[in-house]
């Protein structure tokens, strides 16, 4: 799913990449500063669509306890949230067009401050964690 989010604006860029590639040899721009132009888009090529979602997959974590939710991500530099369940105001699934087609969801714990998500579950994992967040963020009025 993330190769694929990656390689839509990707093919955009390519394809620009082609169209200046036409135009630079009917304007003469040397031939090497267009050699460069692929060089630096087969580079961003593999580093967007092969590497980077590689690493991203490995990367992500996830636990939910009873008090918190443990969420770890990132590529060069790991950043982990601990969310109280005390300050969950919602939780949501969300699907795009990719994820849905490959069945997954994207579960997103709101609180005051700021949203956080979990991408890419299954959609049945994604239903059964957004009820289980749900369920242990509820509060009873006598403890309030």
Known sequence: M?????????TVFWLVLIGLTFMAGRFSVPLWTVLIGW????????????????????????????????VQHGI???QRTLVPMIRVQHVDTKQGPILKHFKLATVTVS??????????????????LRDRISRLARVDEDDV
Request: zero cysteines.
């Open 2 to 10: 993330w190769k694929i989010s990656a390689l839509i604006p990707i």
């Open 39 to 70: 060089a630096v888009m087969a580079t961003a090529t593999y580093l967007s669509v092969f590497l980077i979602p590689a690493i991203k997959w490995r990367r992500w974590r996830y636990e939910v306890f009873e008090q918190e939710i443990d």
């Open 76 to 78: 060069f530099i790991v």
């Open 111 to 128: 609180t005051a401050a700021t949203t956080h998500e979990i991408p890419a579950l299954l959609e049945e994992e994604a239903s059964e």
